[in-house]
């Protein structure tokens, strides 16, 4: 019997210390990653930079980790923008994104000196105008498009599209958007308009489709520099790489994302005359979501005819994931990392459901598990992504805790929910 370790870590022990589910990461996963980005990216061509997408998973040792690790910050909201504040993130390495910005979280990122605000509204830069100008500050900002890329991933992630609701689309004909946005931002003293940004889409495995938006969005920087004579000096170009399934499948490479990008910048740039923007990138999934797995304790198996449901002890309250976009997880029974896959031979399907009251409430569709019985517990691999940030309290569940580890060593950096934690805002 192989027992599952995670960063040197017997899971099992984790599981009976610090209770299920449980949220567990691998911090020596994660800064290699943090490091591949230094080294594949960042160092290899110049003039580039990395702000880790906090929305794929974001609490305050995850944002020091980010901090020590060399990396910026991209962050959607009020809150994200206050946990990376509190444990002194540098505001110049922040960068705020968004489609709906509220008018707080405009003026929390100006009045705490966010680097970039990325705009995705005209009405929107005029309120950083207004505020920048009543600060008397000059605002760094970007000026997020909607290149017309379909990205092949599920439609509820791809965000590259001429009609999504993220980017102003690349028409620049006088009325369009995009150019009342251009012609507002350069004609301000209060702001300035570094450049343009884009992000097609999550969970990509071909590198063509970041390209492709790339080869639109140099198409729109020659445009630009034609008609309004502005150079683009920045191009943020998302996030997107995708997350493997399991350990056993080798992770992609950030340079293959990375590499046929810069290749095309420099090509089409050279071609077009433009000068070589800043290039920046926001990954978040591919940052976290190998690095953690959740463990989850069987609470009982129900064998129906050809179906059988191994109920577990969370579900989509702690990883709405499938029920959202029918993501897909394996897992294993701590235990036995190496139990054959039971099959009984007559076409049975095996479930992994939560317990939360929705029949959607499903974790893995068709299972590949050994014979497990309550009281096992199993982990889903490729469960750092998407899945604290995106947990709930549906049915009052306690949000699980959050565990680092690394060279067998565990410590506790989020503690589980209390029923207090429950009640607390409620009068
Ligand atoms: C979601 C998102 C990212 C990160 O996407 P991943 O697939 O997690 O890498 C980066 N930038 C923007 C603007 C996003 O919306």
Redesign the pocket.
């Known amino acids: 019997m192989n027992r599952l370790t995670w960063g040197g870590v017997d899971c099992l022990k984790l599981a009976k210390e610090f209770g299920t589910p449980l949220y567990v990461f691998d911090t020596g996963i994660i800064k290699s990653r943090c490091r591949e980005l230094r080294e594949t990216f960042m160092e290899r061509w110049e003039n580039t930079m990395v702000r880790y997408?906090s929305?794929?998973f974001l609490v305050k040792e995850m944002a020091r980790l980010i901090k020590s690790e060399g990396l910026g910050l991209?962050v959607v909201s009020l809150g994200e923008l206050y946990t990376a504040l509190q444990v002194g993130f540098p505001p110049e390495k922040i960068e705020m994104?968004g489609n709906a910005k509220s008018h707080e979280e405009i003026s929390l990122a100006i009045n705490s000196g966010v680097g970039r605000i990325?705009v995705d509204h005209p009405d929107e830069l005029r309120t950083i105008e207004r505020l920048a100008r009543e600060k008397g500050i000059k605002q760094k900002i970007l000026i997020r498009v909607a290149p017309g890329v379909d990205a092949h991933t599920h439609a509820y992630?791809a965000?590259g599209a001429t009609d999504s609701k993220?980017g102003l689309p690349v028409d620049i004909s006088e009325g369009s958007m995009l150019n009342e946005s251009i012609k507002f931002a350069m004609a301000s003293d209060s702001l300035d308009l570094r450049g343009l940004?884009f992000?097609v889409g999550?969970?990509?495995f071909d590198p063509d489709d970041n390209v492709r938006g790339l080869e639109k969005t140099i198409e729109l920087m020659k445009k630009l520099k034609d008609t309004f004579d502005f150079t683009t000096r920045e191009l943020n170009c998302?996030?997107?790489?995708g997350a493997v399934i399991n350990p056993s499948v080798p992770p992609v490479k950030c340079a293959d994302f990375t590499d046929p990008m810069m290749k095309l910048l420099y090509s089409d740039c050279k071609k077009y005359g433009l000068e070589i923007p800043k290039i920046i990138i926001?990954?978040?999934?591919?940052v976290i979501s190998e690095a953690g797995i959740t463990l989850y304790r069987v609470e009982n198996i129900k064998e129906l005819p050809k179906l059988t449901y191994i109920a577990v002890d969370g579900g989509m309250a702690d990883n709405p994931r499938y029920a959202l976009y029918q993501a897909e997880y394996e897992a294993v029974n701590v235990e036995d990392i190496d139990a054959p896959i039971y099959d009984p031979g007559d076409g049975t399907k095996f479930s992994v459901v939560g317990k939360c009251c929705e029949s959607g409430d499903v974790l893995i569709d068709d299972a590949k598990l050994p014979k497990l019985k309550a009281g096992d517990v199993i982990a889903l691999y490729n469960s750092g992504?998407y899945t604290f940030s995106m947990s709930s309290s549906y049915n009052r569940l306690q949000r699980p805790a959050v565990v680092f580890v690394e060279d067998g060593q565990a410590r506790l950096v989020v503690h589980r929910q209390t029923l207090e934690d429950i009640i607390r805002n409620e009068i």
């Open positions: 997408a929305k794929a991209d994104n990325i992630i965000t993220f940004h992000h999550s969970q990509l998302g996030g997107g790489l926001e990954p978040g999934r591919w992504a």
